[in-house]
Nanobody, 119 residues
């Protein structure tokens, strides 16, 4: 089992920045691909960014490309999402997710952290 705990959400004005953290505990963190998803009120949960456990290759949704950066500190079992140039449409609950290498789906999820961007 992997337990994920997000932090760093809050209220920020448009154009501002926030840094989300996701602390993982449980099994060996290093072989898990990590990702961030978000869900806005009345909308489906959507993919935001992901990072490969071995290559550290990163992947982003078009809507956040160039503004958000995902990174990980394997020594601290933590993954980050640096969010810059925030827009009101970035308002959502942000979830951290993990899947073991080769797995088809993300099996482990955090409880989410609220990000609100005011205009």
């Amino acid at each position: 089992q992997v337990q994920l705990v997000e932090s760093g959400g809050g209220l920020v004005q448009a154009g501002g920045s926030l840094r989300l953290s996701c602390a993982a505990s449980g099994r060996t963190f290093s072989r898990y691909n990590m990702a961030w998803f978000r869900q806005a009120p009345g909308k489906e949960r959507e993919f935001v960014a992901a990072i490969h456990w071995r290559t550290t290759s990163t992947y982003y949704a078009d809507s956040v490309k160039g503004r958000f950066t995902i990174s990980r500190d394997s020594a601290k079992n933590t993954v980050f999402l640096q969010m810059n140039s925030l827009k009101p449409e970035d308002t959502a609950v942000y979830y951290c997710a993990a899947k073991f290498e080769g797995a088809a789906t993300y099996d482990y999820w955090g409880q989410g952290t609220q990000v609100t961007v005011s205009s």
